[in-house]
């Protein structure tokens, strides 16, 4: 960073201004108080609905937060794409794509739907991130695995101690019907792997959901991902490209709930949100951010989340297209 900042090699050169414009959205973004706490989940609901936090981490390590950035939240939905990438680390995109589908469902997260072949729709909705999770080292006891992906995130958060929330993980599996019902689903299909373990599998997926964080490591994830799988912080190298392609293609039309669309054509980059009002948002090259914000709209995005993303690509051009 600093030799780059030296020579003026910097993504961003003025950061400062940068940081500043961003300060003005954040303020104004502050003020919109709709939506509504998740509530399907006892311990989502009593989180305080006015937090707010952003965090942006560019390819070359700048970083600057706003708001709540170091209190921790769980990543929900927002674990989908990193399980993903380390199913096709795994297994490669022929062998998971025999698994999972990769087209927008159109429908809620949590719909009973599947593909004409049987097969969940895509990796970044429930039913395809309980495959992706059937799919992350099935030859290692469930300690290992929990493990893999929890030392994943840490990588990816530049070496950063995660959290797991216990209550949150426990309430989430007292209300799983929903879940059960379509991992049940899919096994009368036949699309899970040989000799997969369905209550394990979904444990594990429960255990993913209830891992914590904050805006200010997880902008990190996110520049992980802007910078092609590897960490700008470490300069680790955690994911491949190609992993990292799919998952961003996939992150850019199936992210945000059924709002994918919507999304993509107004803001043009991928995200994926999760139901505590987590929001990671990748613009590929350049940075990572990651927001919190727990007021919900309709389709289980945060509020507060969108509108940024909306006020960011209206100032800066940084829609893809
Ligand atoms: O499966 C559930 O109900 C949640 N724990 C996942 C939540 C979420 O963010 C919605 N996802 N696509």
């Not at 201004?17 to 303020?27: M, N, V, Y």
């Not at 101690?161 to 379509?182: G, M, P």
Request: hydrophobic letters at 35%; one cysteine or more; charged letters at 20%.
């Amino acid at each position: 960073l600093v030799k780059k900042s030296l020579t003026e090699n910097l993504v961003i050169p003025d950061f400062e201004s940068f940081c500043d414009e961003l300060g003005k959205i954040f303020r104004e973004t502050l003020k919109n108080n709709n939506g509504k706490v998740a509530d399907y989940i006892p311990q989502l609901a009593r989180v305080h609905p006015d937090h707010f936090a952003i965090s942006v981490c560019t390819v070359d390590g700048q970083r600057y937060s706003f708001g709540d950035s170091k209190v921790n939240f769980c990543l929900q939905s927002s674990c989908k794409p990193i399980n993903y990438c380390l199913a096709l680390e795994e297994l490669g995109e022929e062998r998971v794509h025999s698994h999972i589908g990769r087209e927008p469902s159109g429908q809620s997260f949590n719909e009973l739907a599947l593909n004409s072949k049987g097969l969940p729709h895509n990796p970044m909705i429930n039913a395809g991130a309980m495959m992706s999770c059937s799919l992350i080292d099935r030859e290692s006891d469930i300690a290992d695995r929990f493990d893999k992906v929890s030392k994943t995130w840490q990588a990816l958060c530049g070496d950063k101690q995660i959290s797991f929330n216990n209550s949150v993980y426990l309430s989430e599996r007292q209300t799983a019907d929903r879940n059960f019902a379509l991992a049940y689903f899919m096994r009368e299909k036949n699309a899970f792997p040989e000799r997969t373990n369905l209550t394990e599998t979904l444990e594990f997926y429960f255990q993913c959901c209830s891992i914590e964080s904050c805006t200010s490591d997880l902008s990190v994830a996110a520049a992980s991902l802007a910078n092609a799988g590897t960490n700008p912080l470490t300069g680790k190298v955690i994911f491949g490209a190609s992993t990292v392609q799919n998952c961003l293609s996939l992150m850019l039309s199936c992210g945000m709930y059924d709002f994918s669309g919507e999304f993509a054509f107004k803001i043009g980059l991928p995200a994926k949100s999760g139901v505590s009002g987590a929001l990671m948002l990748v613009i590929p090259n350049l940075m990572g951010i990651s927001i919190w914000s727990p007021r919900l709209d309709q389709v289980g995005n945060t509020v507060r989340g969108v509108e940024f993303c909306r006020r960011l690509v209206e100032r800066f051009s940084f829609h893809q297209y």
